[in-house]
Protein backbone atom coordinates (compact mmCIF):
# COMPACT_ATOMS: atom_id res chain seq x y z
CA UNK A 1 0.00 0.00 0.00
CA UNK A 2 2.39 2.51 1.40
CA UNK A 3 4.64 1.44 -2.17
CA UNK A 4 1.78 2.20 -4.54
CA UNK A 5 1.16 5.43 -2.28
CA UNK A 6 4.75 6.52 -2.92
CA UNK A 7 4.47 5.93 -6.59
CA UNK A 8 1.25 7.55 -6.99
CA UNK A 9 2.86 10.99 -5.17
CA UNK A 10 5.81 10.39 -7.55
CA UNK A 11 3.83 10.28 -10.38
CA UNK A 12 1.98 13.36 -9.10
CA UNK A 13 5.57 15.18 -8.90
CA UNK A 14 6.55 14.38 -12.15
CA UNK A 15 3.15 15.71 -13.87
CA UNK A 16 3.78 19.09 -12.40
CA UNK A 17 7.14 19.48 -13.07
CA UNK A 18 6.45 18.69 -16.53
CA UNK A 19 3.89 20.99 -17.09
CA UNK A 20 6.02 23.91 -15.21
CA UNK A 21 9.03 23.04 -17.62
CA UNK A 22 6.49 23.39 -20.84
CA UNK A 23 4.87 26.04 -19.51
CA UNK A 24 5.80 29.93 -19.79
CA UNK A 25 5.54 32.11 -16.84
CA UNK A 26 6.19 35.14 -18.59
CA UNK A 27 6.20 36.65 -22.45
CA UNK A 28 7.69 39.54 -24.13
CA UNK A 29 5.72 41.06 -26.97
CA UNK A 30 6.97 43.74 -29.55
CA UNK A 31 4.83 46.50 -31.74
CA UNK A 32 5.37 46.57 -35.47
CA UNK A 33 7.27 49.89 -36.82
CA UNK A 34 6.97 49.27 -40.20
CA UNK A 35 4.72 47.48 -43.07
CA UNK A 36 5.99 47.47 -46.79
CA UNK A 37 3.47 44.86 -49.01
CA UNK A 38 4.28 41.50 -47.08
CA UNK A 39 7.59 42.31 -45.03
CA UNK A 40 6.72 43.24 -41.52
CA UNK A 41 9.27 44.58 -39.42
CA UNK A 42 9.16 44.55 -35.45
CA UNK A 43 10.87 45.22 -32.15
CA UNK A 44 11.01 42.36 -29.96
CA UNK A 45 14.18 40.82 -28.15
CA UNK A 46 14.87 37.49 -28.46
CA UNK A 47 13.91 36.36 -32.13
CA UNK A 48 15.49 33.98 -34.38
CA UNK A 49 15.63 32.96 -37.99
CA UNK A 50 12.63 30.82 -38.71
CA UNK A 51 10.85 31.80 -35.44
CA UNK A 52 6.71 32.00 -36.18
CA UNK A 53 5.26 34.88 -34.60
CA UNK A 54 1.52 35.97 -34.57
CA UNK A 55 0.26 39.48 -34.90
CA UNK A 56 -2.57 40.94 -33.29
CA UNK A 57 -4.84 42.89 -35.76
CA UNK A 58 -7.10 45.73 -34.58
CA UNK A 59 -10.23 43.19 -34.34
CA UNK A 60 -8.68 40.65 -32.49
CA UNK A 61 -7.30 38.51 -35.16
CA UNK A 62 -3.52 37.03 -34.82
CA UNK A 63 -1.63 36.87 -38.40
CA UNK A 64 1.62 33.91 -38.55
CA UNK A 65 4.27 35.57 -39.77
CA UNK A 66 8.11 34.33 -39.71
CA UNK A 67 11.30 35.57 -39.21
CA UNK A 68 13.19 36.11 -42.16
CA UNK A 69 15.97 38.56 -41.75
CA UNK A 70 17.26 41.06 -39.21
CA UNK A 71 18.17 44.75 -39.97
CA UNK A 72 19.93 46.40 -37.42
CA UNK A 73 17.57 45.95 -34.16
CA UNK A 74 14.87 45.62 -36.21
CA UNK A 75 13.22 41.92 -37.50
CA UNK A 76 12.14 41.25 -40.58
CA UNK A 77 8.91 39.06 -40.59
CA UNK A 78 7.05 37.63 -43.78
CA UNK A 79 3.38 37.43 -43.63
CA UNK A 80 2.45 33.46 -44.59
CA UNK A 81 -1.07 34.98 -44.49
CA UNK A 82 -2.96 38.28 -45.73
CA UNK A 83 -2.07 41.54 -43.82
CA UNK A 84 -5.18 42.74 -43.41
CA UNK A 85 -5.72 44.37 -40.29
CA UNK A 86 -2.14 45.07 -39.33
CA UNK A 87 -1.32 48.44 -38.16
CA UNK A 88 1.52 50.64 -36.62
CA UNK A 89 2.32 49.45 -33.30
CA UNK A 90 -0.01 46.18 -33.42
CA UNK A 91 1.67 43.30 -31.11
CA UNK A 92 3.59 40.91 -31.85
CA UNK A 93 4.55 37.12 -29.82
CA UNK A 94 6.62 34.73 -30.90
CA UNK A 95 6.21 30.91 -30.22
CA UNK A 96 10.12 31.12 -29.85
CA UNK A 97 9.98 27.81 -32.10
CA UNK A 98 9.67 27.54 -36.12
CA UNK A 99 6.73 26.43 -38.31
CA UNK A 100 5.37 22.77 -36.91
CA UNK A 101 2.54 20.50 -38.43
CA UNK A 102 0.70 17.53 -36.67
CA UNK A 103 1.20 13.78 -37.93
CA UNK A 104 -0.39 10.86 -38.15
CA UNK A 105 -2.49 8.69 -40.09
CA UNK A 106 -5.38 10.72 -39.11
CA UNK A 107 -3.94 12.72 -41.81
CA UNK A 108 -4.74 10.15 -44.86
CA UNK A 109 -7.19 11.21 -46.81
CA UNK A 110 -7.31 14.57 -45.83
CA UNK A 111 -6.56 17.69 -47.39
CA UNK A 112 -3.99 20.53 -45.37
CA UNK A 113 -2.73 24.07 -45.93
CA UNK A 114 0.99 23.80 -45.41
CA UNK A 115 0.19 25.11 -41.54
CA UNK A 116 -1.18 21.69 -40.72
CA UNK A 117 -4.66 22.82 -40.92
CA UNK A 118 -7.80 21.00 -42.16
CA UNK A 119 -8.99 22.81 -45.76
CA UNK A 120 -11.63 20.08 -46.83
CA UNK A 121 -14.34 21.35 -44.31
CA UNK A 122 -14.06 18.44 -41.89
CA UNK A 123 -12.73 18.27 -38.40
CA UNK A 124 -9.74 17.21 -37.09
CA UNK A 125 -8.92 15.62 -33.95
CA UNK A 126 -5.22 16.30 -33.28
CA UNK A 127 -5.27 15.26 -29.90
CA UNK A 128 -2.14 12.74 -29.08
CA UNK A 129 -0.47 14.07 -32.56
CA UNK A 130 3.20 14.20 -33.02
CA UNK A 131 4.09 17.81 -33.74
CA UNK A 132 6.85 17.80 -36.63
CA UNK A 133 9.00 20.84 -38.33
CA UNK A 134 8.48 21.74 -41.59
CA UNK A 135 12.18 22.51 -42.14
CA UNK A 136 13.65 18.80 -41.07
CA UNK A 137 17.35 17.56 -42.62
CA UNK A 138 18.05 15.50 -45.25
CA UNK A 139 19.30 11.80 -44.09
CA UNK A 140 23.12 11.54 -43.70
CA UNK A 141 24.98 10.40 -47.52
CA UNK A 142 26.25 6.99 -45.46
CA UNK A 143 22.77 6.39 -43.68
CA UNK A 144 20.86 6.15 -47.51
CA UNK A 145 20.47 2.63 -48.04
CA UNK A 146 21.61 2.38 -51.95
CA UNK A 147 18.76 1.89 -54.26
CA UNK A 148 17.70 -1.81 -55.38
CA UNK A 149 13.79 -2.81 -55.34
CA UNK A 150 12.09 -1.53 -58.09
CA UNK A 151 8.95 1.28 -57.94
CA UNK A 152 5.67 0.21 -59.92
CA UNK A 153 4.13 3.50 -61.11
CA UNK A 154 1.20 1.45 -62.69
CA UNK A 155 1.80 3.44 -66.35
CA UNK A 156 3.53 1.23 -68.87
CA UNK A 157 5.67 3.79 -70.72
CA UNK A 158 7.48 4.64 -67.47
CA UNK A 159 7.83 0.97 -65.89
CA UNK A 160 8.85 -0.34 -69.24
CA UNK A 161 10.95 2.67 -70.46
CA UNK A 162 12.20 4.74 -67.65
CA UNK A 163 11.83 2.13 -64.54
CA UNK A 164 11.84 3.87 -60.99
CA UNK A 165 13.37 2.19 -58.14
CA UNK A 166 12.12 2.95 -54.35
CA UNK A 167 13.32 5.84 -52.88
CA UNK A 168 14.50 7.74 -56.63
CA UNK A 169 13.88 11.58 -57.01
CA UNK A 170 12.77 12.03 -60.85
CA UNK A 171 11.68 15.44 -62.53
CA UNK A 172 8.66 15.54 -64.71
CA UNK A 173 9.01 18.45 -67.38
CA UNK A 174 6.12 19.26 -69.01
CA UNK A 175 4.37 22.53 -70.62
CA UNK A 176 1.25 23.56 -69.50
CA UNK A 177 -1.94 21.33 -71.04
CA UNK A 178 0.28 18.18 -71.76
CA UNK A 179 -1.51 15.96 -69.00
CA UNK A 180 0.68 16.36 -66.23
CA UNK A 181 -2.10 16.58 -63.78
CA UNK A 182 -3.70 13.72 -65.36
CA UNK A 183 -0.28 11.10 -65.49
CA UNK A 184 -0.06 11.98 -61.49
CA UNK A 185 -3.70 10.92 -60.99
CA UNK A 186 -2.87 7.38 -62.69
CA UNK A 187 0.77 7.17 -60.98
CA UNK A 188 -1.62 8.19 -56.97
CA UNK A 189 -3.68 5.46 -57.98
CA UNK A 190 -1.92 2.48 -59.16
CA UNK A 191 1.58 2.72 -58.13
CA UNK A 192 2.51 0.03 -55.20
CA UNK A 193 2.80 2.94 -52.52
CA UNK A 194 1.57 2.76 -49.11
CA UNK A 195 1.51 6.54 -49.15
CA UNK A 196 0.73 8.89 -51.51
CA UNK A 197 1.78 12.86 -50.64
CA UNK A 198 0.82 15.24 -52.86
CA UNK A 199 2.05 18.92 -52.75
CA UNK A 200 -0.26 20.98 -54.96
CA UNK A 201 1.52 24.63 -55.35
CA UNK A 202 0.03 28.06 -56.23
CA UNK A 203 -2.85 26.02 -58.79
CA UNK A 204 -6.15 27.60 -59.43
CA UNK A 205 -8.51 27.21 -57.21
CA UNK A 206 -10.97 25.33 -59.45
CA UNK A 207 -8.15 22.57 -60.25
CA UNK A 208 -7.78 21.38 -56.60
CA UNK A 209 -11.87 19.73 -56.12
CA UNK A 210 -10.78 18.68 -59.83
CA UNK A 211 -7.79 16.88 -59.36
CA UNK A 212 -9.09 15.36 -56.03
CA UNK A 213 -12.38 13.74 -57.81
CA UNK A 214 -11.01 13.23 -61.32
CA UNK A 215 -7.72 12.36 -61.37
CA UNK A 216 -7.00 11.24 -57.75
CA UNK A 217 -10.50 9.74 -57.36
CA UNK A 218 -11.88 7.77 -54.14
CA UNK A 219 -9.10 4.83 -54.50
CA UNK A 220 -6.39 7.74 -54.82
CA UNK A 221 -8.00 9.23 -52.07
CA UNK A 222 -7.61 6.69 -49.59
CA UNK A 223 -4.44 6.08 -49.17
CA UNK A 224 -3.38 9.89 -50.10
CA UNK A 225 -2.59 13.06 -48.13
CA UNK A 226 -2.75 16.72 -50.26
CA UNK A 227 -0.77 19.63 -49.05
CA UNK A 228 -2.34 22.50 -50.90
CA UNK A 229 -1.62 26.24 -51.44
CA UNK A 230 -3.30 27.87 -54.28
CA UNK A 231 -1.73 30.91 -56.34
CA UNK A 232 -3.59 33.50 -54.92
CA UNK A 233 -2.20 33.11 -51.67
CA UNK A 234 1.06 34.54 -50.44
CA UNK A 235 4.28 33.62 -51.68
CA UNK A 236 5.47 32.39 -48.50
CA UNK A 237 3.10 29.68 -47.15
CA UNK A 238 3.52 28.73 -51.20
CA UNK A 239 6.73 28.22 -50.56
CA UNK A 240 6.10 26.31 -47.27
CA UNK A 241 3.93 23.56 -48.91
CA UNK A 242 6.66 21.80 -50.15
CA UNK A 243 8.43 21.88 -47.49
CA UNK A 244 4.91 20.86 -45.24
CA UNK A 245 4.38 17.65 -47.70
CA UNK A 246 8.47 16.31 -47.64
CA UNK A 247 8.21 16.41 -43.34
CA UNK A 248 4.00 14.45 -43.77
CA UNK A 249 6.61 11.97 -46.30
CA UNK A 250 9.19 12.24 -43.21
CA UNK A 251 6.74 11.01 -40.86
CA UNK A 252 5.32 8.12 -42.57
CA UNK A 253 8.99 6.79 -44.10
CA UNK A 254 10.03 6.51 -40.30
CA UNK A 255 6.89 4.52 -39.36
CA UNK A 256 8.68 1.98 -41.95
CA UNK A 257 6.53 2.86 -45.44
CA UNK A 258 6.98 3.14 -48.99
CA UNK A 259 5.94 6.96 -49.47
CA UNK A 260 5.52 8.51 -53.25
CA UNK A 261 5.70 12.46 -53.11
CA UNK A 262 4.17 14.12 -55.89
CA UNK A 263 5.02 17.64 -55.95
CA UNK A 264 2.96 19.79 -58.96
CA UNK A 265 4.97 22.41 -59.68
CA UNK A 266 8.48 23.07 -58.00
CA UNK A 267 8.49 25.64 -60.90
CA UNK A 268 5.65 27.84 -59.33
CA UNK A 269 7.44 27.08 -55.82
CA UNK A 270 10.79 28.80 -56.98
CA UNK A 271 8.37 31.62 -58.46
CA UNK A 272 7.36 31.74 -54.66
CA UNK A 273 10.73 31.75 -53.38
CA UNK A 274 11.88 34.24 -55.78
CA UNK A 275 9.51 36.94 -54.57
CA UNK A 276 10.42 35.76 -50.97
CA UNK A 277 13.81 36.55 -51.53
CA UNK A 278 13.54 39.65 -53.77
CA UNK A 279 11.41 41.23 -50.65
CA UNK A 280 13.83 40.89 -48.80
CA UNK A 281 16.09 42.66 -50.80
CA UNK A 282 18.39 39.83 -52.58
CA UNK A 283 19.88 40.87 -55.70
CA UNK A 284 18.42 38.70 -58.71
CA UNK A 285 19.80 36.87 -61.24
CA UNK A 286 19.00 34.45 -64.01
CA UNK A 287 15.42 35.21 -65.09
CA UNK A 288 14.99 37.26 -61.71
CA UNK A 289 15.85 34.61 -59.03
CA UNK A 290 18.31 35.23 -56.19
CA UNK A 291 20.79 32.89 -55.60
CA UNK A 292 19.19 31.63 -52.39
CA UNK A 293 16.88 30.09 -54.66
CA UNK A 294 19.23 27.64 -55.80
CA UNK A 295 20.78 26.13 -52.96
CA UNK A 296 16.85 26.06 -51.21
CA UNK A 297 15.64 23.37 -54.00
CA UNK A 298 19.12 21.64 -53.70
CA UNK A 299 18.53 21.30 -49.75
CA UNK A 300 14.45 20.36 -50.04
CA UNK A 301 14.89 18.24 -53.10
CA UNK A 302 18.07 16.04 -51.08
CA UNK A 303 15.29 15.22 -48.30
CA UNK A 304 13.67 12.72 -50.25
CA UNK A 305 14.99 8.96 -50.78
CA UNK A 306 15.64 6.40 -48.75
CA UNK A 307 16.38 5.77 -44.67
CA UNK A 308 17.01 2.88 -43.11
CA UNK A 309 13.58 2.93 -41.95
CA UNK A 310 11.75 3.17 -44.84
CA UNK A 311 11.66 5.04 -48.35
CA UNK A 312 10.17 8.41 -50.50
CA UNK A 313 9.94 8.30 -53.95
CA UNK A 314 9.28 11.44 -54.92
CA UNK A 315 8.18 13.15 -58.66
CA UNK A 316 8.82 16.96 -58.96
CA UNK A 317 6.83 18.40 -61.71
CA UNK A 318 8.66 21.13 -63.62
CA UNK A 319 6.44 23.90 -65.99
CA UNK A 320 8.62 24.60 -68.89
CA UNK A 321 7.07 28.27 -69.70
CA UNK A 322 6.98 28.06 -73.87
CA UNK A 323 8.88 24.47 -73.71
CA UNK A 324 12.17 26.29 -72.99
CA UNK A 325 14.39 23.66 -71.52
CA UNK A 326 16.95 26.02 -70.86
CA UNK A 327 15.24 27.74 -68.04
CA UNK A 328 17.29 27.85 -64.84
CA UNK A 329 14.60 25.35 -62.72
CA UNK A 330 14.42 23.17 -65.38
CA UNK A 331 17.82 22.90 -65.83
CA UNK A 332 19.12 22.90 -61.45
CA UNK A 333 16.42 20.38 -60.76
CA UNK A 334 17.45 18.39 -63.93
CA UNK A 335 20.71 18.16 -61.96
CA UNK A 336 19.67 17.52 -58.64
CA UNK A 337 17.20 14.72 -59.20
CA UNK A 338 18.02 10.93 -60.49
CA UNK A 339 16.22 10.79 -64.30
CA UNK A 340 13.69 12.92 -66.07
CA UNK A 341 10.88 12.21 -67.84
CA UNK A 342 9.66 14.68 -70.67
CA UNK A 343 5.70 15.39 -71.65
CA UNK A 344 5.91 16.56 -75.15
CA UNK A 345 2.96 18.95 -76.92
CA UNK A 346 4.31 17.12 -80.20
CA UNK A 347 3.14 13.99 -78.70
CA UNK A 348 0.08 14.88 -77.37
CA UNK A 349 -1.00 16.82 -80.12
CA UNK A 350 -1.35 13.41 -82.01
CA UNK A 351 -3.71 12.51 -79.83
CA UNK A 352 -1.49 10.20 -77.48
CA UNK A 353 -1.41 9.87 -74.01
CA UNK A 354 0.39 9.80 -71.53
CA UNK A 355 2.19 11.83 -73.91
CA UNK A 356 5.65 11.26 -72.88
CA UNK A 357 8.80 11.58 -74.57
CA UNK A 358 10.57 8.13 -74.46
CA UNK A 359 13.89 9.33 -75.89
CA UNK A 360 14.18 12.30 -74.87
CA UNK A 361 13.24 10.78 -71.00
CA UNK A 362 15.78 8.44 -68.80
CA UNK A 363 15.89 6.82 -65.37
CA UNK A 364 19.31 7.30 -64.31
CA UNK A 365 18.74 3.71 -61.97
CA UNK A 366 17.37 1.89 -64.47
CA UNK A 367 20.85 -0.12 -65.45
CA UNK A 368 21.31 -1.34 -61.87
CA UNK A 369 17.78 -2.16 -61.43
CA UNK A 370 16.29 -3.51 -64.14
CA UNK A 371 16.88 -7.09 -64.95
CA UNK A 372 19.28 -8.26 -68.05
CA UNK A 373 16.31 -9.23 -70.58
CA UNK A 374 14.27 -5.74 -69.05
CA UNK A 375 17.23 -3.65 -69.96
CA UNK A 376 17.79 -5.61 -73.54
CA UNK A 377 13.82 -5.07 -74.67
CA UNK A 378 13.97 -1.28 -73.52
CA UNK A 379 17.19 -0.56 -75.79
CA UNK A 380 15.63 -2.35 -78.53
CA UNK A 381 12.31 -0.29 -78.18
CA UNK A 382 14.09 3.07 -78.04
CA UNK A 383 16.31 1.93 -81.11
CA UNK A 384 13.17 2.07 -83.17
CA UNK A 385 11.83 5.06 -82.24
CA UNK A 386 15.24 6.45 -82.92
CA UNK A 387 15.55 4.93 -86.15
CA UNK A 388 11.80 5.90 -86.94
CA UNK A 389 11.86 9.28 -85.94
CA UNK A 390 15.02 9.87 -87.71
CA UNK A 391 13.33 9.09 -90.66
CA UNK A 392 9.73 9.68 -90.43
CA UNK A 393 9.62 12.61 -92.94
CA UNK A 394 10.74 10.68 -95.59
CA UNK A 395 8.33 7.85 -94.41
CA UNK A 396 5.23 10.50 -93.93
CA UNK A 397 5.72 11.52 -97.95
CA UNK A 398 6.20 8.30 -99.18
CA UNK A 399 9.93 8.58 -100.42
CA UNK A 400 11.27 5.86 -98.22
CA UNK A 401 11.32 2.65 -100.34
CA UNK A 402 10.61 -0.54 -98.42
CA UNK A 403 13.42 -2.76 -98.58
CA UNK A 404 15.78 -0.16 -98.55
CA UNK A 405 16.37 -0.28 -94.97
CA UNK A 406 15.56 -3.70 -93.60
CA UNK A 407 16.08 -2.05 -90.15
CA UNK A 408 13.78 0.79 -90.56
CA UNK A 409 11.14 -2.02 -92.61
CA UNK A 410 11.43 -3.45 -89.29
CA UNK A 411 10.71 -0.14 -86.87
CA UNK A 412 7.87 0.71 -89.68
CA UNK A 413 6.24 -2.54 -89.01
CA UNK A 414 6.51 -2.37 -85.04
CA UNK A 415 5.81 1.09 -84.47
CA UNK A 416 1.31 -0.05 -84.39
CA UNK A 417 2.38 -2.42 -81.39
CA UNK A 418 5.17 0.08 -79.83
CA UNK A 419 2.46 2.57 -79.90
CA UNK A 420 -0.05 0.44 -78.37
CA UNK A 421 2.09 -0.36 -75.90
CA UNK A 422 2.96 3.51 -74.57
CA UNK A 423 -0.53 4.68 -74.84
CA UNK A 424 -2.59 3.85 -72.08
CA UNK A 425 -6.12 5.43 -70.95
CA UNK A 426 -6.10 6.46 -67.12
CA UNK A 427 -8.92 3.93 -66.02
CA UNK A 428 -6.38 0.93 -67.01
CA UNK A 429 -4.59 -0.82 -64.08
CA UNK A 430 -1.19 -2.55 -64.71
CA UNK A 431 1.52 -4.22 -62.78
CA UNK A 432 5.06 -4.61 -63.34
CA UNK A 433 5.55 -7.89 -63.95
CA UNK A 434 3.00 -7.99 -66.79
CA UNK A 435 4.68 -4.62 -68.78
CA UNK A 436 7.85 -5.98 -68.10
CA UNK A 437 6.48 -9.63 -69.47
CA UNK A 438 4.96 -7.85 -72.04
CA UNK A 439 7.23 -5.44 -73.49
CA UNK A 440 9.91 -8.70 -73.60
CA UNK A 441 7.87 -10.79 -75.27
CA UNK A 442 7.17 -8.23 -77.57
CA UNK A 443 10.79 -7.77 -78.45
CA UNK A 444 12.21 -11.45 -78.31
CA UNK A 445 12.29 -12.21 -81.72
CA UNK A 446 13.46 -8.44 -83.06
CA UNK A 447 17.00 -8.15 -83.79
CA UNK A 448 18.03 -4.23 -84.35
Excluded at 250 to 264: A, I, N, P, Q, S
Aim: proline share 6%.
Amino acid sequence: MVSNYAEYVENIRQRVKNKLDTTKLYSFKGTVSKLLGLTVEVKLPGLKIGDLCYIETNDGQKKPAEVAAFKGEVAQLLLLLDGAGIGQGSLVETTGSPICIPVGDFLLGRLINPMGEPIDGKPMNTEGALWRNIEGPPPGPFERPIITEMFSTGVRAIDGCMTMGCGQRLGLFAGSGVGKSTLLGMIARNSDADVNVVALIGERGREVKEFIEDSLGVEGMRKSVIVCSTGDQPPLIRQKALLAATAVCEYFRDKGKKVFLMTDTVTRCAMAGREVGLSLGEPPTMKGYPPSIFSWLQKVLERAGNSPKGSITALYTVLMEGDDISDPIVDIVRGIVDGHIFLSRKVAESNHYPAIDVLGSISRLMSSIASPEHKSAAGKMRAMLSLYRENKDLIDVGMYQPGSNPRLDIAIEMMPQINAFLQQRTSDSVTMESTIQTLVDMMANIEI
